[in-house]
Nanobody, 124 residues
Framework: EVQLVESGGGLVQTGGSLRLSCTASGFVVDDYAIGWFRQAPGKEREGVSTMSTSDGSKYYADSVKGRFTISRDNTNNRVYLDMNMLKPEDTAVYYC?????????????????YGQGTQVTVSS
């Protein structure tokens, strides 16, 4: 059974940092494109970052470039999202997602599996 479990969310002040973890089971993260999405109250889910499976290319939303970094830990079958210089507008539920094919990186319907999400709240 494919399962994705996010962790690492929490409450942080503006300018702070968090590391989100996505632990996968039932498949090998190195064989899938893994993405991070987020959804704020009243807004649509948006792509934050994705790491492709073919060449390890990384994609970032313009709003997080230079602040967020996606990485993969094949030993522990995890994908991380390091978030620095956090802003109140980063507040959202963050989800990791996996796609066995090559998705359009920021199109949530192109992903096959999602985790349950982890809340990130950035106070001003």
């Amino acid at each position: 059974e494919v399962q994705l479990v996010e962790s690492g969310g929490g409450l942080v002040q503006t300018g702070g940092s968090l590391r989100l973890s996505c632990t996968a089971s039932g498949f090998v993260v190195d064989d899938y494109a893994i993405g991070w999405f987020r959804q704020a109250p009243g807004k649509e889910r948006e792509g934050v970052s994705t790491m492709s499976t073919s060449d390890g290319s990384k994609y970032y939303a313009d709003s997080v470039k230079g602040r967020f970094t996606i990485s993969r830990d094949n030993t522990n079958n995890r994908v991380y999202l390091d978030m620095n210089m956090l802003k109140p507008e980063d507040t959202a539920v963050y989800y990791c997602a996996a796609s066995v094919y090559s998705p359009r990186w920021d199109l949530d319907s192109d992903y096959d599996y999602y985790g349950q999400g982890t809340q990130v709240t950035v106070s001003s």
